[in-house]
């Protein structure tokens, strides 16, 4: 089981460990709709990079505490009292655009450490699900939800382009560019079945708590595998999304030359042909 | 509402204003299923290159003037006399071959206009929709149709690969190559039910009627929305579409530096508080 | 019809004709599930070689002998005695590392040939259609199966990642990432109906031997257009995958500059025209 | 000869035709240093444009009119009261920046005309060559000047990173990248011989008419070789700057497919054998 | 002048200011001929991350300590008790691997850091400069060195290929592939001569005093220009050396939209036409 | 000693191994200026393909045989008899151009083998060093030349674009891309002198004889070296030429997670410390 210590101390995420080798990451700010503040995707940074590299990890479940919300997106109010986005510090613009640059890129580069996890991230989304909702759950490898989640791409409803990943991402892991070129230049809600239907989710639950004990369940699937072959499945995926397929299958072989040296492969195989269950070494 | 004057003297389009700051753009020879003479092209490229920069304009919607075609593509009779296309002016293949090169180019470039226009564009499709139809309704933003809408990937049943723009955009917008293959090798029909499954259009309405007022209502919602945070919306989402995530995250930090020095962010961000109704200055 | 003799000699192949221009490849080591020898493999990319340059050959379908299975994959059993994937030869990191590299850069060699075959493959799978299966289909253009085809991407239960080729190109064929992320990271399998759904396959017949039948249709049906439009399209669809719009644009114009150059561009249109059945030169 | 009648009527250029095939582009600005306003990059766009298409065009020389100067860049004084880049229309960030980017990328799209001319370009500068006298020579596809040419990339020293192609395309045309962030960075003039020990230039001549009359030379050599094979170099070249050298060789063959379909090819190899001069139809 | 709080409590640098705005960066482990331990580059990583955003600092200057060494590379003796690259922590190759992985990974992102730095940075090289200190150097924007350098891209000679960055940067910053490939091949020295020769310094000055004080005069030169300008200017240049010239011309343009909105682009221009020197404000 | 049976039977080249591990290839048809045939690169591909696996090579000397001629190029005289590029076969323009691009992408293809040969190959031109030998010696990863050389990127000569890589490769490897244009735009000859001052070659010796000398002590000292530092070199900085920085350094660091867990690096670090000379096991 994933060491406790390690995730102690954290003001606004849980962490616990539903079975082995399994870690169930929850945004617990459930009475403003576990709305981001600007410390809590610095946190974020700090759980996912810790997870990244913690050898009793092997797949992470991602979700909201509370009944209401997955998240409601970034904490607008605080947010509009950010310096950042806001005067001080000078009213040069190109100032004011290096100032606003600098914290956009760092807002991205958080958020964006839940794929660079080397560990599958399953995010499960319910309720209000809107804004950094979907830039977070971009970054997740598997997105399921519960039937009552409401989405929305939701900036252009303040004034900007979503700029923390959900255009960067959103265009390569659903199936139909026109519907979103809908969704993020009208803001518009969706619901479960629409996100089913368009692929954004691989699976939309009875309830929360439905949908929670199912992605447990695939984490724990995932979690009696070989390490040495998820992890290497989780990098190769992400890296053919952004190369050509003949890149693609070069990095493959150039990953494998070094990653089929392992008894894992050998165990593997055994176990398949003699029915057993595996037992692999930490990673 | 757009300056009707801007876009009179057309010989083969309808420029109209349905509501402020929507345009309706309808190919207008009915008589020959709105099928393309090489004269339209051109003004097609010119009207979206004037509606692109035009601050008067902040959605568009394109469709076919009479029931029975958006169109049928290019009008084959009168390219079969093109002079690009067949011998006058020699005979050597090189030569040859760079005529029709500079002429595909140039065919090109004008339908990429509807892309390239800064405004999201609409299409609307109905009934015969083959050919050029496909390639122009690939560059627009949102596809929607009618039920009695006919597609196909015709090229292949005139001895060539299609070469303005279907080939090269189709795979980046819909679900299944496997799909995209079959249509485009076998020239194979399909209706509106099957361009809907998988993700061609996002909507499939009961007649052209419904479609257009449906295509109208939309444009309309997105005329309310800051078109500082619409015209960005769609840039970054077709760079997306063409560059590494990381390259597209960075783009997006360096577009949104100029841009969040905006009113808009600050009047949607209040009226959103407020429950106001926020204006936002023209772009 | 395909000269028998230049496919005669196959140990592993059955190599027929079903009709004029169209071949029909099948995998034939029932007994052992189709299951995949190194010997094959080599013999499959000789096959796709011959036929990409073949005059005769118009349309591939390819699928597997037997009720059984498409093929059940790698022969693990035989695989696990390679001299390239266990220590003969040496225990040095590296040059085992440099062993499996070119064993596995020469392994998606053959199976890549498929892809590269300039003449449309049609894939059918039926029953047992796992690892490697997926990995050949995945190169073919068009995938189509019988309703007891059970598939999945085995390789992370025998402890590595893929790298024959389906993390590469499975997320440019299907329509949901987290359904790619879900199938690849749990290798559970799925059914025809899924596979049909996520737009892995474009149809799903009853019976093996309806979907053979629906190949041979499909390929019947594409060898009576002009080779040259087929062969270009499959090529600028494949070139489009992996690149950006532009350059795609460019490339087929550069492609069309040579190719529009053919009779059959005017025959096409002719018998469109006249409403006759046009004959093509072989290519 | 070019016919003088198609670039008649011009204000800023002069355009003549020192010998067969073979034109002259003169910047006609000398009283002001042949610096540049708007009007002079939008009719340097149309020539470039005119002279890439020109059948009676075969290479290109683009030099200054005057003693004192190549080009002095951008007429600043013009520039600073130039409403897209003041405050008129409008004082909001993101509207300037939107007027801002148009004004870029238009000016960028003029310049880089001289890139897009099929035909070869030889640019010769002399005197005072800075500023926009970069970005333009840049695009040339051969650089000589004269011994008294003074270079600068001057950008800096009005506050700004050169945006009109400079820092595009320096970096892949010179030979050291701490040569070209050291003149980039400090706006430090170079003279003749420096230019020529980093390959900025490829000759360095006595004087401007030597320079201009070496450049007419050398233009006219080119002008005997068969436009065929002259422009595919220029276009492969380029795209290979590009790309990468997988892509490269396969457009340089998809290229090639059409363009040895020529006379010129067959009457090089003749004229080669037999040493007899070649004549080439007009490309 | 940068504020010397921010970078004391360093053990292996010495961080100084030699003049407004410029600091001066130097390796401070002489005894050991600046050779480098792990604790070292991440010293180097958090110092070039601090400038990176230091509003006091324009320009940096990066050197080594002592008259023997800018630096003799990796503390190999060090190296080989590191735990990361032998075999505590187990033997299985692909958990060996992924250590490794981590381990270079980390190591690369410490030295990148220099390139990431948004201030201009000059490296000064002298006596030995080997193995890491070629990447490092490559990292700089200007490499300018003493007489008496001693350079070896050194790493073959340990056995392994270079992986620090000297050979993914290296082909892009100096003129020869051929030189590159002889030097990286055979581990030889070569002096300061041959590095001017080839571009990989812009400068080789009589001794290493005169060196450091060159260096720092243009360093302070920059300094005087709009931080706006050379900021943005460094920006672009390195995103054209990893980018095709159309997505650089349009990156750039994406740049300026927001950075031409500075007062710094008007002052710069008034300080031109009135001869009197600008003051910009920090960034 | 490379085993001599494997290299016998050859028609068109000589296979000798003047040291322990040094193999060198030499053109073999003198009377004829080594000019090429179509059974000669034929043979080349095999010979680099078995030379890239031979553990028994580390480097390769590459050159022709006879005073007058690395190679005058292409044999025009036979390739003006070829089928693919003459008539034969039909006239339809479509079916001539797939013969020539399927005849192209073969010869690129057996001649990019000197560049995938996964050992170091040096060049070493002499005489009349023309047209192929262009193409071939930018395959090579050293080029070295005797005084006596005389270079032309002869193509444009026989009314072509040069398409088997060097106008794919050249910009990549050499400084000037003036210098680059120059030559291939006007197929003008250079000497030694020139090339060598562009970087084309990086050294010129007296003779041939010196020459062919220098380049065999070059290979015996690479031979030296571990095979697995040089080459993952050679592999990298190819991989580098074509790839950003960021992605270099990540296969770059991939590649090393296999490749450090090899003898050599604690051999050839122990052999440094002991200054002893390290024997490295074949590969």
Redesign the interface.
């Known amino acids: 089981m994933a060491e406790q210590g390690k995730y102690s101390g954290l003001k606004y995420f849980l962490v616990s460990s539903p079975s082995e080798y399994v870690v169930h990451v929850e945004i617990n700010r459930p009475a403003k709709l576990n709305a981001f503040l600007e410390a809590m995707w610095i946190e974020l940074r700090e759980i996912f990079s810790r997870l990244s ?1 913690d050898e009793d990890v092997r797949a992470v479940v991602f979700s909201g505490v509370g009944d209401r919300a997955f998240t409601a997106g970034l904490d ?2 605080a947010a ?1 009292q950010d310096g950042a ?1 806001n005067g001080d510090g ?1 009213k ?7 100032r ?3 914290h ?2 760092e807002f ?1 580069d958080c958020i ?1 450490q839940i ?1 660079k996890c080397e560990k ?1 991230v399953i995010c499960v989304m319910h309720g209000i699900s809107i804004g950094l909702a979907i830039d977070m759950s971009c970054c997740a ?4 939800c519960s039937k009552d989640a409401k989405f929305a791409v939701k ?9 923390i ?1 959900t ?16 969704v ?5 809600g969706f619901g479960a079945d629409e996100a089913l239907a ?5 699976q939309a639950l009875e309830s929360k708590a439905k949908a929670v004990e199912t992605a447990i369940g ?1 984490a724990s ?2 979690s009696t ?2 390490p ?10 992400n890296h ?7 890149d ?22 055994m176990s ?2 003699k029915k057993t269950k ?1 037992r ?4």
């Open positions: 590299h607008v109010q509009s986005l000078g040069d613009g190109a100032r004011i655009a290096t606003v640059r600098r956009i890129l991205q964006s794929e599958p490898d598997i997105r399921i900036e252009v409803d303040i004034g900007m382009a979503a700029d990943g255009l960067s991402r959103l265009p390569k892991i659903v199936s139909s560019f026109s519907w979103v070129k809908d993020c230049l009208s803001a518009r368009v692929g954004f989710v691989s695939m699937l995932i595998k070989s040495v072959g998820v992890q290497g499945t989780k990098e190769i995926l053919a999304r952004d190369n050509t397929v003949a693609s299958l070069k990095y493959t072989g150039v990953w494998n030359q070094g990653m089929l040296q392992s008894e894992d492969f050998k165990a593997a195989l398949g042909i595996p692999f070494e930490k990673l």
